[in-house]
């Protein structure tokens, strides 16, 4: 897939000199496919659908066509949405880096933070906006933001962006832009209502597939170990003592990330965590943190799940299994991007079963299974520990109130991470198509399961086995084949 189109250049994508000098400093030699095969497409005036990878360059793949395009005159022209705060600041970032040399501006407007700045961004007549839906419309209902300039709209997690937790808003949103615009569609799944979406509002768009949607990333080495819900915090102990990596762990909701941190703080670890019930303050700190490896571990809820580069995750565990197996996709794929490569571990507790098959048949493969280290110094202590803590804790209770079952249906505002604000800011979580079983009711805590109150942790010694994970780098260029 990588080596789909091995003779394009970034010169032959008919992209103006200073934004070839942008992405040389960039260290951009050669175009992803999704790049390679999405940019001249727009360029010449088409709506896309672009379908790859994680990790595979869908930002500059739909940024570069949209800076070439932008005139800087004339305020907003161009609006790019995302799910979560901490993508849309990624996305800027991007767009600032390859528009740095003609001077382009952002107004980023995200939830979390002060209005002023954003207003000041948005007088400015920033040519570029990139926001999460609830806070776009907070300045659309103030009067703040305009969009009747918008001639280029770009829904990256398209699929993600037109679930039940967006479509309203999203609708409001694109009442108000001009229907004579490009639009374009980013996600590496591309399920859902996209289709009918593109009917209805593209014109005639040019599907983009460099990979079918739901496939995994390339080079991550992926294991499912079946353990009980009261094993996982020791599994998870001894997987990280297996080697060295930045490692991204995935909880099922706000509470169950904070206790996960609380264990593996508790056995010694540098540990971060981020979800939508932390102020914005404290989720960019976790998140620079460990980016900067102040943080070995980051627990989260799917808030991360999306779009979040950061170069160095080694290591990506699902402590429970995603509600829907897109998000599996996505969350796997925050590990071995660009030309790296990574290792994805599920724990699968009985309850969860159901939720490994549907990913199973998602991502058209059968999950490997790893081998539970129960003979493990480091697993036994740590279930040493937590029966300590909690006597008649190991009976092995799988009943139906564990946590990582399969979620009770819930309508609008069920619980989980969506806050349903009056525009549900929520680059959040979830949509509301699956509520979570024992999380918060919607910005509160509920009281901990019974379940997750036999957690404990352990205090393993972590000898960190460093275990590279290829490369590294984000040249693109001949890295190790496919290991599935
Ligand atoms: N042509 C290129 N050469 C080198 N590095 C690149 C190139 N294109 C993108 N990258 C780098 O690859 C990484 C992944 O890119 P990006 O975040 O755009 O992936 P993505 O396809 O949007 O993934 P996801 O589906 O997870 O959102 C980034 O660090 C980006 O800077
Ligand atoms: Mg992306």
Redesign the pocket.
Known sequence: MQSATPAVTFDSLGLSPDILQALKQA??????PI?AQAIPVAMAGHDVIGC?A???????AFALPMLEKLSLKTGPRALVLAPTRELALQITEQVMRFGATRGVQCATLIGGVGMGGQVRALRNNSPVIVATPGRLLDHMDQGTARLDGIAWLVLDEADRMLDMGFKPQLDRILAKVPKQRQTMLFS?TLGGDVEKFARGQLKQPVKVEVARSGTVAMRVEQKAYMAAQTEKTALLQALLSEDDNSTLVFTRTKRRADKVTAQLERAGLKVARIHADRSQAQRAAALEGFRQGRFRVLVATDIAA??I?V?EIGHVVNYDLPHVPEDYV?RV?RTA??SASGRASSLVAPEEQGLLKDIERFTRAPLARGLVPRESPIFQAAMKKSAAKEPGSQGGHHGKHGGGGRPHHQKQGGAGDHKPHRHGDSDGGRPQRHGATGGGTPGRHSAPSSQDRRYAGGKPSHKGKPQGHGGGG???KGGPKRRR
């Open positions: 260290g951009f030699v050669q175009p992803t790049q790859a994680t990790g595979t360059g869908k930002t500059a590496a999306r779009g580069d170069a996505h794929g991007r660009a984000t040249a693109f």
